[in-house]
Every structure is written in C-alpha cells, then in structure tokens.
Nanobody, 116 residues
Framework: QVQLVESGGGAVQFGGSLRLSCAAS????????MSWYRQAPGKERALVAS????????NYVDAVKGRFTISRDNIKNTAYLQMNSLTPADTAVYYC?????????WGHGTQVTVSS
C-alpha cells in the first residue's frame, strides 16, 4: 500500500539546521510532484515547498526562500527538505505530500521545534 514516512524532525535552537526525509513506497515515485507542508499550532496546514517529478523545478513560499532546499532522489524514492537558519516561526508539524493527477497522498508528519 501507499506509504509516506517522514523522519528527521526534532528540537533545535535558533539558527540551527535539520534535514527532513520522506521515504515513499507503494506508488511510482518518479511520476509524482512532491511537496512539504507544515502546520503550526492553531494554524492551517500550509505549503512550504514543492518539487517537480523530475526534480527540475522547485517552488518555495517566501518565508523559507534562501533558507530551505527541497530535493528528491528518484532512485531511493525519497524526498528531502534541508532547513537552515531555523527560527521559532518554523516550529510546526511538517508533512510530506505526493500528488499526481487525482492521486494525493500524505505522510503522518514529523515535529520540528525551534527554541529561541
């Protein structure tokens, strides 16, 4: 069955870095646009970054541009989110998402907590 398993979250201090991973299985990974979303306490889930199925195109929300980098490995069926210069505003549960045509899959999320 389809699985998206996030890992790499944790607690870091202001200015620190984390690398999130999203291991995919159960579908043809290289067909799918991969995205990372986040949901902070009391807020709606929001898009952070996305990457095309080939990895040739990426998009970021303004709040993370220059600090976060999304990437993927279509051999390992894994997507990544490198997060640098983290601030408390980045504290959230981060979710991996896979989309292709009408298919839309979500992981269970990984917590990122940034302390000041």
């Amino acid at each position: 069955q389809v699985q998206l398993v996030e890992s790499g979250g944790g607690a870091v201090q202001f200015g620190g870095s984390l690398r999130l991973s999203c291991a995919a299985s159960g579908f043809t990974f290289s067909d799918y646009v991969m995205s990372w979303y986040r949901q902070a306490p009391g807020k709606e889930r929001a898009l952070v970054a996305s990457i095309s199925n080939t990895g040739g195109s990426t998009n970021y929300v303004d709040a993370v541009k220059g600090r976060f980098t999304i990437s993927r490995d279509n051999i390992k069926n894994t997507a990544y989110l490198q997060m640098n210069s983290l601030t408390p505003a980045d504290t959230a549960v981060y979710y991996c998402n896979a989309t292709f045509l009408t298919a839309n899959y979500w992981g269970h999320g990984t917590q990122v907590t940034v302390s000041s």
